[in-house]
């Protein structure tokens, strides 16, 4: 707070040709019109003096530089100086004054005593925000002095500065280190209405959008004060989204850059996918990050209710940026449902939100439960958004095959994570009702994605998870790579190939198996049953070719057992008889002849193992 307390002033008698200056018992004589000019103003280093044949009285700090100047020419335009009491130099003759919170400070303070000394002063757009709080703090009002500095000032804001779209940006941007004073005297207003009606109004002749740069190069309170203003005036939506998302694509980090200056503080990919570090920072780092968070959170208050103001990339863009900076839950809560309102416009890619948590910060996580890569939960409540917002809207129907193909590519990526449970995987999967996948394709490949990155699931695991796919609306080519799958239960198996032979029966019955239960979606559309019946030959064939190559290569493997069961018997039968000749009398040659029923002796004959050994 300034000091007001009413001291010993200077008072000028009658004479112009000099004053007196009376403190206590002392008084001096001073010429006004040597005061007044001046001979020279000299710098040296953080000093500043005024060259006079009259010996300077009064030293003033203003920041860490110290000016010593006339009293007389400061309290004659001053009023805020005539009114504080002033502390007696130790140093040397005269007084110490040390102005704290100096609106624009020494160079400000500088125009200021050229100005009270009598000199020309330059107004520009660069200088008159800075003058007029500086005026407004010394009070530099009309009662001293007719067309005083406040006066002066205003009338340059008003006619010359209002006027110019070039210069009420320049003055604006002026303002940000002026706070609260710029506020308070309503300049920051002042130009952000000029700004914003000029943003609307100015249109022949020149592009939509032509004022983004500009207003992109201030300071994020001055920037959302334009942008309420513009919304105020009724400009289209979608132009105050596009001026939104130009400002944050200049003043935040895309997430690989973000990523990038992470890594230098020794975070890997894997360990973490991103993370903001805290306690550990160094203290720049930690106000990059507050800053971060404050334009999330304005860019995030400012936006325009409507749907097609912004694109649902931005929104899962700001989205991860307000997650890694830890911004407001409440706007984290509000982001979320956003997205869920355009989800049918988002692509996989901007759906892999890093996996993060608050308390991350600073420390790698060695926790016993392992963390996924991306955050799964923060996808799931957008399900929740998007199904609770359609349901409003009454427009969620079968076949809603852009969201319920962006689900099953998004499983298909976060499949591959070794940390994702088939809980989490099974309850994503049945976040949209039943009816919303015509086709099981993509659903059937991030089941099977997740069973090659799960190699070791259990078989009822296996089970589990299949029977989240309807083999009924799997196309001919997956039919086909199901059938072959040897990760696939047997059971699962079996049920493609039973569907795939009901259709068959249902087609060479001419029946339509694909509009059977949908029969009122394709009545009175001659050309589109025509179609079906083509794409349902060309089905046919492909299940007969293939039931063809099932039938050949079950035959080549019947052909196989065969032979093999020929080679076991032959070997069975050889070792039985081989084994009988051994237990045989002939085998030990204890028969060397024998008589024939008629009485005659028959021909010795030659034992088993000498013929044997013979051959």
């Known amino acids: 707070m300034r000091n007001s307390i009413p001291v010993a002033r200077l008072r000028s008698p009658g004479n112009d ?4 200056d009376q403190v206590g018992n ?30 300077t009285d009064l030293s003033i700090q203003v920041q860490d530089t110290t000016f010593n100047v006339h009293k007389y020419p400061l309290v004659s335009k001053c009023g805020y100086i005539g009114q504080i009491e002033l502390q007696p130099s130790i140093s040397n003759f005269g007084y110490d004054l040390k102005l704290d919170n100096f609106p624009g400070g020494p160079e400000t303070f500088e125009i200021i005593l050229k100005y009270c000394y009598g000199l020309p002063i330059d107004l520009n757009p660069n200088n008159v925000a800075p003058l007029r709080c500086a005026s407004e703090f010394l009070e530099m009002t009309e009662e001293l002095e007719d067309g005083n500095l406040i006066s002066k000032t205003e009338a340059f804001l008003t006619f010359v500065v209002l006027s110019s779209w070039r210069d009420s940006i320049t003055v604006l941007k002026t303002c940000e280190n002026l706070s609260p004073w710029a506020e308070n005297l309503q300049i920051v207003r002042r130009c952000s209405d000029s ?4 943003a609307c109004t100015t249109r022949e002749m020149i592009i939509e959008g032509w004022w983004f740069d500009d207003v992109a190069t201030l300071n994020i309170d001055h920037f959302a004060r334009i942008i309420r203003a513009i919304r105020a005036k009724g400009l289209k939506p979608e132009t105050t989204g596009s001026c939104i998302m130009h400002y944050a694509e200049k003043w935040l980090p895309r997430m690989d850059v973000e990523f990038e200056r992470l890594k230098g503080h020794g975070y890997g990919k894997n360990e973490l996918q991103l993370s903001i570090l805290s306690g550990k920072r160094e203290e720049g780092e930690v106000g990059h990050n507050k800053e971060q968070r404050m334009i999330i959170e304005s860019l995030v208050s400012i936006l325009p209710p409507q749907k097609e103001a912004v694109s649902c990339k931005f929104l899962l863009w700001m989205l991860k940026m307000a997650i890694v900076y830890s911004a407001a839950p409440a706007l984290i809560s509000e982001l979320e449902k956003r997205v869920g309102m355009v989800l049918e416009d988002a692509n996989v890619n901007d759906l892999l939100i890093p996996s993060y948590r608050k308390e991350d910060q600073g420390k790698l996580v060695n926790s016993p439960e392992k963390r996924t890569i991306h955050d799964i939960d923060v996808v799931q409540r957008i399900m929740e958004y998007f199904l609770m917002h359609e349901q409003q809207q009454q427009q969620l129907k079968p076949g809603r095959s852009d969201v319920s193909k962006l689900l099953d590519n998004y499983l298909a990526e976060i499949a591959r994570d070794p940390n994702l449970s088939i809980t989490k995987f099974q309850v994503l999967a049945e976040a949209l009702p039943e009816n919303t996948r015509i ?8 089941i099977d994605t997740y069973l090659k990155t799960h190699s070791s699931l259990s078989e009822h695991d296996r089970r589990r998870l299949c029977k989240l796919m309807d083999c009924e609306k799997l196309s001919p080519d997956a039919c086909m790579h199901a059938s072959q799958n040897d990760r696939l239960p047997l059971r699962t198996v079996m049920q493609v190939l039973f569907s795939e032979q009901v259709k068959m029966r249902a087609t060479m019955q001419g029946k339509d198996p694909v509009a059977s239960g949908n029969n009122s979606e394709h009545e009175g559309s001659p050309t589109s049953t025509k179609t079906q019946i083509k794409t349902l030959k060309e089905e046919l064939e492909k299940v007969k070719t293939m039931i063809a190559e099932l039938q050949t290569e079950y035959s080549e493997l019947q052909k196989e057992y065969e032979k093999i069961n020929y080679k076991q018997r032959s070997v069975l039968g050889w070792s039985l008889g081989w084994r009988k ?24 004959r030659v034992s088993l193992r000498r013929r044997l050994s013979m051959s």
């Open 195 to 198: 700004i914003a009606w000029k």
């Open 17 to 20: 040709s000099d004053c007196t």
């Open 581 to 604: 000749i051994k237990n045989s009398a002939i085998f030990h040659g204890k028969v060397d002849e024998s008589e024939t029923g008629d009485g005659h002796q028959r021909p010795s």
């Open 439 to 446: 086709c099981h394709d993509g659903l059937y490949r991030a």
């Open 26 to 55: 002392q008084t001096m004589v001073v010429p006004t019109k040597r005061i007044t000019m001046a001979e020279s103003f000299e710098k040296n280093e953080h000093s500043w003096f005024v060259t006079s044949q009259v010996p």
